[in-house]
């Protein structure tokens, strides 16, 4: 015995599985913003931190000053992508920064 299509039922679970898909492509996408692999992460929660303990009053480093600094807080790291590192670190410099910094 064939069921019956049932419009709503199907519209309804249609909703819920883009919700979802939505959901997840979000977590992952947001995730992913300050780093892929978990060393470039932990590379951006340390620039992060040193710009939010930066001295008030003072200006953003050029990006020559925060690839010096990059390379001075990872020298003592020896494997994986040494650029990724600084890259991170600089971008979580800058986000720190402008967040215990900001202008109105």
């Not at 419009?7 to 992913?32: D, E, L, S, W």
């Not at 892929?36 to 951006?44: D, F, I, L, S, V």
């Not at 010096?68 to 971008?91: H, I, T, V």
């Amino acid at each position: 015995m064939a069921r019956q299509f049932k419009p709503v039922r199907f519209f309804v679970m249609m909703g819920v599985a883009a919700f979802v898909v939505c959901g997840v492509t979000a977590f992952y996408t947001h995730r992913a913003a300050h780093g892929r692999t978990g060393q470039e992460r932990a590379a951006y929660a340390i620039g992060e931190k040193a710009g939010e303990e930066a001295p008030a009053g003072g200006t953003l480093p050029t990006a020559a000053d925060l690839n010096m600094m990059a390379q001075k807080y990872f020298k003592q790291q020896g494997s994986g992508e040494q650029q990724s590192w600084d890259l991170a670190f600089e971008n979580g410099y800058t986000d720190g920064f402008k967040k215990t910094h900001h202008r109105p």
